[in-house]
């Protein structure tokens, strides 16, 4: 059983409708698909009818962007009640904070002699939930300025990089409770992927796991094969679910192709029954796998 628990659609900043991920994960002979979407469960229905046609078995999910002591983290939520009050509101916020930094980004971009407005990105993000850096760097593709999304935020969208603006993103360790109380189990996401150092370390990995974090996504590209394995022990000694995944976005991310990393089925079962758990514990009507 081949299974991938982080992908992303349109519906955020993937080049793919949420039902074309799912005939290309079919294609790609998957059997497990979670969708993963930035801060938003929009394309949960068009990709439930989808893997429901095509025999694919969905998880829902969404990748929430969080902050930890300083350091940006995004969390992998699944399962969640989207429509949890606490939980709806936090991620409007968050997604409030992604299309209000899009004109500090194209005014930095003019201040390095780069003219790009919002109608150009606006062409490019098509019906994600919120246009974002993404949207911009698809932008710069499309007009000439860069080759890729890689090159527009190694050269003009990272911290410290002439378009880069900061934006809100949600305390950690608040978030870990939103979505149990939501129903739902979560999973730090490439929690080493392009830092310096190995952080949030294993100490702090062990305060969250305290908190109700259920596992460590361990197979991704941006974890080194050493990384792995150290994460790999930590969640061994944490009791934590260890996940793997592509992290796919279409067209949008090179070498992040579906099934280039998988979640083992035994790890699978851990987390749903997990989540069965957590939604039965927060009385939520939380979504089941398709």
Avoid at 122 to 133: D, F, L, Q, T, Y
Avoid at 172 to 199: N, Q
Avoid at 225 to 232: G, H, K, T, V
Avoid at 262 to 274: F, I
């Amino acid at each position: 059983m081949r299974i991938d628990l982080h992908t992303h659609s349109r519906a955020s900043d993937g080049t793919q409708s949420p039902a074309e991920l799912v005939h290309a994960a079919v294609a790609a002979d998957l059997d497990v698909l979670a969708l993963t979407d930035h801060d938003t469960a929009a394309g949960w229905d068009e990709a439930a009818g989808a893997a429901s046609a095509a025999g694919l078995r969905l998880v829902r999910g969404m990748e929430i962007s969080t902050r930890f002591d300083g350091q940006g983290v995004h969390l992998l939520a699944y399962l969640p009640d989207p429509s949890y009050p606490p939980l709806a509101a936090e991620l409007e916020r968050i997604l409030e904070g992604r299309r209000s930094r899009v004109p500090g980004i194209l005014e930095g971009l003019r201040g390095a002699g780069i003219s790009l407005t919002e109608a150009d990105v606006a062409r490019v993000s098509g019906h994600s939930a919120a246009s974002g850096r993404p949207h911009v760097a698809d932008a710069l593709v499309a007009l000439g300025v860069v080759a890729d999304r890689t090159e527009a935020f190694d050269r003009l969208l990272s911290p410290g990089r002439p378009g880069y603006v900061d934006r809100y993103a949600a305390p950690l360790r608040d978030m870990i409770g939103l979505v149990a109380a939501a129903g739902g189990v979560s999973v730090v996401a490439h929690v080493w992927g392009r830092r310096h150092d190995e952080s949030p370390d294993g100490r702090a990995l062990a305060e969250l796991a305290g908190l109700g974090l259920a596992g460590i996504e361990v197979d991704h590209q941006d974890h080194s094969p050493a990384a792995r394995e150290r994460l790999r022990g930590i969640a061994r000694e944490l009791d934590l679910v260890v996940t793997g995944s592509s992290d796919h976005h279409g067209d949008g991310k090179v070498d992040h192709d579906l099934g280039c990393h998988t979640t083992a089925p035994e790890q699978l079962e851990r987390l749903l029954d997990l989540a069965a758990a957590a939604a039965l514990a927060s009385g939520r009507d939380a979504p089941g796998p398709v």
